[in-house]
């Protein structure tokens, strides 16, 4: 399908096009006052407080003024967005302040986050946003920005992007102003190009599939793409949903997906989050398969096609320490990121890593996509079960055990003290006596959410007891100390 801009430019009628929106522009009071607007994954709040329409403007109009300086004339910005009841204001607020930076904007509505990396990557497009909070409850949203190439906006470009919205006053309007297109066909393009390598490789004929799409922005794609393949279909919350987008459902409540393979004697159920860039799999037996065990097996099946330089995964510091020995006995090598799919994408480009990801289920492998993607991740791990001619029970069984592994959250309300929890003299003597006491027998990790107001506290250790044990002394520590 081609995603190219002219004749689609042009058979767009006037009526589809926004208001020129400078005058607006101008007379907003800025409303970005935080020294740090971005987080590990964009900007992301509750909207109404720390994320409002007007703020989306003013970033829409400095991102669009930082990332267009260079920009054609109509080089159009790519714009999504998943089900939230938030999500048409801020999309809309972030296309006037888009246009008013001179860009053209090409809206493809309801999709999952890693369809405007791919259009973004695959059009002249000089970059793509997202509006989505991903696996956040539905009174949150966020906005994520894509440069040309269609990978995740660099630090340093967010700084110049929170520089300018800093002065946002003094900024100049555009003498060129930029117009709006509703775009959903472009989709298509993002369905054929991850559907394609795997459609000549296996056919999904006789595979039960059980999709839990979390009232988000897969409701559209994901079941089309498995049935396109060949796969009988059961769904879960599948209608675009902004009030119950990832309450009780999805890849952070997995209880409704497990109950509805064991109903339907599924062979494989897969759970979305909100913005559909991260997966978990549900096997036969009821038994989760997390990014540890999804890099494990695509890993392996990478390995057996010598795609896999150096036998090289990238995974983060949550990683089951079971998952890194078992890769080692494969004859591979992990390396260790710190949480966050930017700084796995990081490690990957530094070390030359085809295979990357989270344990939870957020997985980046650049032979076949740009972003993470958890449709993506979804069609080759069933490519992997139907290849093999078995269950993904069966794979799970000859991976590997994992070891007894805890996460508790403490909710942390003031912003001071969870960014510097380090500083916080009392947690830090007692993270040193628990990992003296460990040894090599266990692991700890105590770290600030770079998404919710959480400070996240995981201990991992070869025994439940000792992992529980000090997994309850270190939260009382933090709710101590720090709430």
Sequence with gaps: ??????????????????????????????????????????????????????????????????????????????????????????????????????????????????????????????????????????????????????????????????????????????????????????????TEAIQGPLQSQVDFQGLKVVLDLAWGAATQLAPAVFQAMGAEVICLHDQPDGDRINVNCGSTHLEPLKAAVALHNADVGFAFDGDADRVLAIDCQGRTVDGDYILYLWGKALQQQSQLPNNLIVATVMSNLGFELAWQRQGGTLIRAAVGDQNVHAEMLKHGSMLGGEQSGHILCPHYGVSGDGLLTALHLATIVCQNKTRLSCLVDESFQTYPQILKNVRVEDRDRRRNWQDCQPLQALIHRATNDMGDQGRILVRASGTEPLIRVMVEASEMEMAAQWTDRLVSAVETHLV
């Design 1 to 190: 399908m081609s995603v190219t801009s002219q004749s689609q430019r042009k058979s767009v009628p006037k009526s589809d096009r926004t208001i020129q929106p400078t005058k607006l522009v101008r007379k907003v009071v800025a409303a970005a006052k935080d020294v740090n607007l971005f987080g590990t994954d964009g900007i992301r709040g509750h909207v109404g407080q720390h994320l409002t329409p007007q703020l989306a403007l003013q970033v829409g109009f400095c991102a669009g003024l930082e990332l267009g300086q260079h920009a054609s004339p109509h080089q159009p910005f790519i714009l999504g967005q998943d089900s939230r009841n938030s999500s048409d204001m801020l999309a809309m607020a972030l296309s006037a302040g888009l246009t008013a930076a001179g860009l053209d904007v090409w809206h493809v509505g309801l999709c999952p986050t890693p369809a405007v990396a791919y259009l973004t990557h695959h059009t002249e497009a000089v970059g793509g946003v997202m509006v989505s909070a991903s696996h956040n409850p539905p009174a949150d949203n966020g906005i994520k920005f894509f440069q040309a190439n269609g990978t995740k906006l660099p630090p340093h470009a967010q700084q110049q992007i929170e520089q300018r919205i800093k002065a946002y006053k003094q900024q100049q309007p555009s003498t060129k102003w930029g117009h709006h297109f509703y775009r959903p066909e472009l989709t298509q393009a993002y």
